[in-house]
Nanobody
Framework: QVQLVESGGGLVQAGGSLRLSCAAS????????MGWYRQVPGNQRETVAI?????ATHYANFVKGRFTISRDKITVSLQMNSLEPEDTAVYYC???????????WGQGTQVTVSS
């Protein structure tokens, strides 16, 4: 079992920055995939950024070089710069345990960007 606790959301003006962090507890294997998704009410949850155990990253097109994902064994962070009102959403931490074929989600943290 894995528990994910997110922190770092909040309210920021357009052009500002926020850093999201997610701490995992429980059985995290060395091959886990970690990432961040976001969801706006009425829309589907969408990928923001993913990072593999070896450090390979994948970003959504809308990130446009503004966000940086990083990790160690049990934490994953998302540095978000040049935030836009369109980035307003609930952001969810995600861990996929490859050896168990099991995904886990955090509870979500609200990010609000004012214009």
């Amino acid at each position: 079992q894995v528990q994910l606790v997110e922190s770092g959301g909040g309210l920021v003006q357009a052009g500002g920055s926020l850093r999201l962090s997610c701490a995992a507890s429980g059985s995290i294997d060395s091959t886990s995939i970690m990432g961040w998704y976001r969801q706006v009410p009425g829309n589907q949850r969408e990928t923001v950024a993913i990072i593999g155990s070896g450090g390979a990253t994948h970003y959504a097109n809308f990130v446009k070089g503004r966000f940086t994902i990083s990790r160690d064994k049990i934490t994953v962070s998302l540095q978000m710069n040049s935030l836009e009102p369109e980035d307003t959403a609930v952001y969810y931490c995600y861990v996929y345990l490859v050896d168990q074929s099991q995904p886990y989600w955090g509870q979500g943290t609200q990010v609000t960007v004012s214009s």
